[in-house]
């Protein structure tokens, strides 16, 4: 079983749509949290950290919850240039440590 | 702002082979990661480095080594490769804790290395 797990998708939805993605997470130890997202053939870039109170960027909210080890992210008023994949991934507590990734949503905003 | 820079961006070996992959981190970011993502796959972790020294280590073959240099950039040398090491390898760095730390991992571009 992978420590960060998603849904692959992909997910079709059109432009101006909300759509949410989930994940969970095995290890309690997990102490960091981040949405990244990655365009085809390129790096991951950080989308946003996510906080326990829950946090917001604009048309993405992301949110957490330590005690069923669940992170979410939602995005609203879909646009065409978010079609990627979106990673889920956590960091252990401690150190300077790696970071865990999910396999990836991915996401297909059509007009 | 400037980036994480990797080199070379391509790279095709033959197996057996050797090959360095270099990694130059964002200016005054002291810590270094490697991970290698195979094709439809996410990144794995494999090695990190701080202040020059290795800080935690995770799927990297034997066959592969890193390290890091007094300017911080990184180099991950594989040999005797093989067709499974065909992937793409992304270094990422991320910057000294102090006021305001923020723990973001930056990633460079990546190195396709494809094995034949």
């Known amino acids: 079983r992978k420590e960060v797990e998603q849904d692959p998708g992909p997910f079709n939805v059109p432009e101006g749509a909300t759509v949410a993605f989930n994940c969970t997470y095995s290890?309690?130890?997990?102490?960091?949290f981040f949405w990244y997202r990655q365009d085809c053939r390129k790096e991951p870039k950080l989308l946003m950290s996510?906080?326990?109170s829950g946090n917001e960027d604009g048309r993405f909210t992301a949110q957490l919850n330590r005690a069923s080890q669940y992170i979410s992210l939602l995005i609203r008023d879909s646009k065409l240039s978010d079609s990627a994949t979106y990673l889920c991934?956590?960091?252990?507590?401690?150190?300077?440590?790696?970071?865990?990734f999910g396999a990836g949503t991915r996401l297909a905003v059509h007009p | 702002a400037a980036g994480v820079i990797q080199s070379p961006r391509h790279l095709i070996k033959e197996k057996r082979e050797t090959a360095t992959l270099k990694c130059y981190p964002i200016?005054?970011?002291?810590?270094v990661y490697w991970y290698q993502q195979g094709p439809g796959q996410d990144p794995q972790f494999l090695i990190s480095?701080?202040?020059?020294?290795?800080?935690d280590k995770g799927s990297i073959p034997d066959r592969f080594s890193a390290q890091q240099f007094s300017d911080y950039h990184s180099e991950l040398n594989m040999s005797s490769l093989e067709l499974g090491d065909s992937a793409l390898y992304f270094c990422?760095?991320?910057?000294?804790?102090?006021?305001?730390?923020?723990?973001?991992?930056?990633f460079g571009p990546g190195t396709r290395l494809l094995v034949l």
């Open positions: 990422a760095s991320s910057p000294p804790r102090g006021p305001n730390y923020q723990e973001t991992q930056y």
């Open positions: 290890n309690s130890a997990s102490q960091s």
């Open positions: 996510v906080y326990s």
């Open positions: 991934v956590v960091r252990l507590s401690g150190g300077y440590n790696k970071l865990i």
């Open positions: 200016p005054r970011h002291d810590t």
């Open positions: 480095f701080y202040e020059k020294m290795q800080s």
